[in-house]
């Protein structure tokens, strides 16, 4: 039996003798590798966190001593030191989620996989438990170093170190990326503080030289100790932390177990708030990750655990849709700018940013100042293109709101991953975003059906210089062009008797939708049904024309992949209701609820966004079939 299959809690951890734990990190590196092989899920920063995870549990006592990761897809070690196991069904349904999750265990805190928030979690834990005299637990965040590019973490920062005593421990785990490499000033001084250990080195010869010195030696030292931030600023300039109040350890090696022991132990008796900056690297024990220079397999699907390949070749994606438009726009419009939240391969701004490389501003996990930095570009006669995941453009909504429609600003958003997302889980899902443009006055959003219609409608977008835009697309496989039979004004009919004949439903399909929506209308035409299929494709604002099509049908149903609440079908309903229509609305989108981790199509079908599911529900409403 291994050393890992002994484990079933933190306690059954402590427990080890120190020799054991380079044995239980190599198990663990090997499980990680040939599980997540199979299921695919964030590898390369838990290879990187293993010797961290299993310091920061022999140190403190999880749960009495609260353990708050970010973000969460750094927890697989963590998960298997609380008792967790079977990863044979990771990140599907009824499997382990691939981010901490409080209804698998009193060890994890924080469910949310948006970054940067740790450390507000963390300070306000710690208050808590001190109001209630608690003051022998302990809280430790756990955050990258990408992620503190965000400025939330330096608001909660600036208020934890002005709080003296407060017991918290905060472990920079600084691998030099976030997705990809961390870029920005904060980088820069991440980096210097990495390759400069010179201060201590220098303090120990004072003390040892001097303190041999007779009679001025001593006071000499002394002298040089109470100078100490002058000099550290100079040696080591880890004083911009000690200068906001925290007490800085590090660096320290993050693969040597004994080294962070020492390190956490230290910072768990300080007895006030405390930074240990923990160095480790991203892929850590497994060579297929380490050189991979793009993201060292950040996030992989199911690939050959030998190789790192993938055993299938991927398909053309909707992102690779974005990429290729993107350039091609990019050669045509020098004033066509591109800017991302730490995401330019995954969000498809690399092939952009390879032929314009001054034209790609990488913000780090800053969404708030990526949108206002584009509402300045704008300003100053630039077009930016703002690429972001669908459930990312919530952190910024005041800036989309007062910063961006406010003033006009000629900005483009596209958003990816937008729609249900799945495997991720609650905080992924791209299921906010329509709502949220619904309130925006002047915004404009459309929701491309195809490949053909991204290429289309992100070329519509950035001609639009007085508002802002939005393109949303989904996550996966991009489906083959779905053609309109005909165009009336600004929609696409994609269904339907031809001309202005009559019809018992009006299908409004919003973006990638129109497959189910087609699949909708041969159902119900089964049973007898007229049924006319449209695609407003810019379906923010609702056009006239959407209305005129409208005035041709008995009922009018929406289907949307966006939170059915303030959504598309919304929209279409007040539009119709001001325009004096009174025909039925039904409206089919996901409901107002988290959802859990599953596939996108399980999810889906359990929202009931399926041509079945909707097919059966509309026939009930439309009150007959033929006879």
């Not at 637990?137 to 955050?143: E, P």
């Not at 070329?459 to 939005?470: I, N, Q, Y």
Request: aromatic content about 6%.
């Amino acid at each position: 039996m291994g050393v890992l299959q002994t484990i079933s809690s933190p306690a059954d951890l402590r427990a080890l003798p120190a020799e054991q734990m380079p044995q239980l990190a190599a198990e663990i590196r090997d499980f990680l590798v040939t599980e997540v092989s199979k299921t695919g899920g964030h590898l390369g920063p838990n290879l990187g966190v293993v010797e961290l995870t299993i310091a920061l549990h022999r140190v403190f006592d999880s749960p009495r001593d609260a353990i708050v990761f970010d973000t969460g897809h750094q927890s697989y070690v963590h998960k298997l030191l609380t008792g967790r196991q079977d990863f044979s069904k990771l990140k599907k349904k009824g499997g382990l989620s691939g981010y901490p999750s409080r209804a698998e265990s009193v060890h994890d805190v924080v469910e949310n996989s948006h970054a940067s928030t740790a450390l507000s979690w963390a300070d306000g834990i710690a208050k808590a438990r001190r109001l209630k005299g608690e003051r022998g637990r302990h809280t430790v965040a756990v955050i990258g170093d990408g992620a503190l590019t965000g400025g939330m973490a330096w608001e909660a920062i600036n208020n934890i170190a002005a709080d003296k005593d407060l017991p918290l421990v905060i472990v920079v785990n600084d691998n030099e990326r976030s997705y990809a490499p961390t870029t920005g000033g904060l980088a820069d001084h991440l980096a210097t503080l990495r390759t400069t250990r010179g201060y201590e080195r220098f303090l120990d010869w004072g003390k040892n030289t001097l303190s041999r010195t007779p009679v001025v030696g001593s006071a000499m030292y002394e002298t040089l100790h109470g100078v100490k931030k002058g000099l550290k600023d100079i040696v080591a300039p880890q004083g911009m932390f000690e200068d906001l109040g925290l007490k800085y350890l590090g660096p320290v090696d993050g693969h040597d177990e004994t080294a962070l022991e020492h390190a956490f132990r230290r910072a768990r008796a300080y007895g006030g708030p405390v930074l240990v900056h923990v160095i480790t690297q991203k892929g850590r024990g497994y060579q297929p990750a380490i050189e991979d220079e793009a993201d060292q397999f950040h996030a992989v699907g199911v690939i050959n655990p030998e190789t790192g390949l993938p055993f299938e070749a991927g398909g053309r994606i909707w992102t690779d849709e974005f990429n290729d438009e993107m350039c091609a726009i990019g050669e045509r419009r020098p004033d066509v700018v591109a800017i991302t939240a730490a995401m330019l391969i995954p969000v498809g701004l690399d092939g952009f940013a390879a032929k314009f490389p001054d034209r790609v501003f990488d913000v780090g996990i800053a969404e708030q100042h990526a949108v206002t930095m584009a509402s300045g570009l704008a300003f100053g006669g630039m077009h930016p293109v703002v690429a972001v995941y669908a459930t990312f453009l919530n952190r910024a909504f005041d800036q989309l709101l007062m910063d961006c429609a406010l003033h006009q600003a000629g900005v483009t958003f596209v958003l990816d991953r937008a729609g249900i997302t799945g495997s991720d889980g609650a905080s992924h899902n791209g299921m906010w975003d329509m709502t949220l443009g619904n309130i925006v006055p002047g915004l404009r959003l459309a929701a491309p059906r195809d490949g053909d219609q991204v290429r289309r409608q992100l070329r519509e977008a950035v001609e639009v210089s007085d508002a802002p835009t939005v393109i949303r697309f989904p996550n996966g496989d991009v489906a083959d062009p779905v053609v309109a039979t005909e165009q009336w004004g600004t929609v696409d009919v994609l269904h339907g008797p031809a001309g202005r004949e009559p019809v018992d439903l009006l299908l409004v399909s919003v973006g990638s939708l129109a497959p189910t929506a087609l699949g909708v209308a041969a159902k119900l035409e089964a049973q007898g049904h007229s049924v006319r299929v449209v695609d407003p494709r810019w379906v923010l604002p609702v056009s006239d024309d959407v209305v005129d099509a409208a005035r041709q049908a008995g009922a009018v149903a929406v289907i949307e992949d966006n939170l059915v609440e303030g959504g598309i079908g919304s929209a279409v309903t007040r539009a119709l209701r001001e325009a004096g229509l009174s025909q039925p609305v039904h409206c089919h989108g996901i409901p107002k609820r988290f959802l859990e981790h599953a596939s996108r199509s399980q999810l889906l079908e359990e929202v009931g966004l399926t041509a079945d599911a909707i097919a059966t529900a509309l026939a009930a409403r439309l009150g007959h079939t033929a006879g």
